[in-house]
T-cell receptor, first 114, second 114 residues
Framework: DSGVTQTPKHLITATGQRVTLRCSPR?????VYWYQQSLDQGLQFLIQ???????AKGNILERFSAQQFPDLHSELNLSSLELGDSALYFC?????????????FGEGSRLTVL | QQQVKQSPQSLIVQKGGISIINCAYE??????FPWYQQFPGKGPALLIA?????SEKKEGRFTISFNKSAKQFSLHIMDSQPGDSATYFC?????????????FGKGTKLSVIP
């Protein structure tokens, strides 16, 4: 058990809808990362938050947004969903320092868009 | 765009054999190279990592070999076991504006057959 909790584990929705994925980081970790995993693209970095502030942005679509709350949990919002958004979405947390770069991943939220 | 190229895409090895997975990177600013192991239905978990000031790191049956001049690194799994069957991701990171985001390879699915 990595200590990172993601909900829901599975989600099925229709095109055009909006969903919210939730992540609770490991106790003491200030950084939260979101990754998208698909069969053909591997693990794609979406966005990082550190102690409530956005720190880095990757290949995140404008239809997607995220935030990190004062209790350090994070939410990834996906809107106007398309078939191609079907994927595994992973949250990871870390201490995020030179000496502590290990990312601890949750078990993912599998999104299916029909 | 930062890239990490990983090969092969899939690998079948007999029990007791050596599994070798290779990665190449482009960005010379990368200064941390981890390998992650992912079992079905689970998130990736750190297996072993290396920094570019050493050419090899060994932890049990797992060894990373690092060639800074060639910008390549590889994972060797000695005495491969069926329990090693998983997907392996190489990754690389550097500090960009205080973020240690990881760039992942596309993964290698390893199957160890008895």
């Amino acid at each position: 058990d990595s200590g990172v909790t993601q909900t829901p584990k599975h989600l099925i929705t229709a095109t055009g809808q909006r969903v919210t994925l939730r992540c609770s980081p490991r106790s003491g970790d200030l950084s939260v990362y979101w990754y998208q995993q698909s069969l053909d693209q591997g693990l794609q970095f979406l966005i990082q938050y550190y102690n409530g502030e956005e720190r880095a942005k990757g290949n995140i679509l404008e239809r997607f947004s995220a935030q990190q709350f004062p209790d350090l949990h994070s939410e990834l919002n996906l809107s106007s969903l398309e078939l191609g958004d079907s994927a595994l979405y992973f949250c990871a947390s870390s201490v995020d320092s030179v000496g502590g770069r290990e990312l601890f991943f949750g078990e993912g939220s599998r999104l299916t868009v029909l | 765009q930062q890239q990490v190229k990983q090969s092969p895409q899939s690998l079948i090895v007999q029990k007791g054999g050596i599994s070798i997975i290779n990665c190449a990177y482009e960005n010379t600013a990368f200064d941390y190279f981890p390998w992650y192991q992912q079992f079905p239905g689970k998130g990736p978990a750190l297996l072993i990592a290396i920094r570019p000031d050493v050419s090899e790191k060994k932890e049990g049956r797992f060894t990373i070999s690092f060639n800074k001049s060639a910008k390549q690194f590889s994972l060797h799994i000695m005495d491969s076991q069926p329990g090693d069957s998983a997907t392996y991701f190489c990754a690389a990171s550097n500090s960009v504006a205080g973020s240690y985001q990881l760039t992942f390879g596309k993964g290698t699915k390893l199957s160890v057959i008895p």
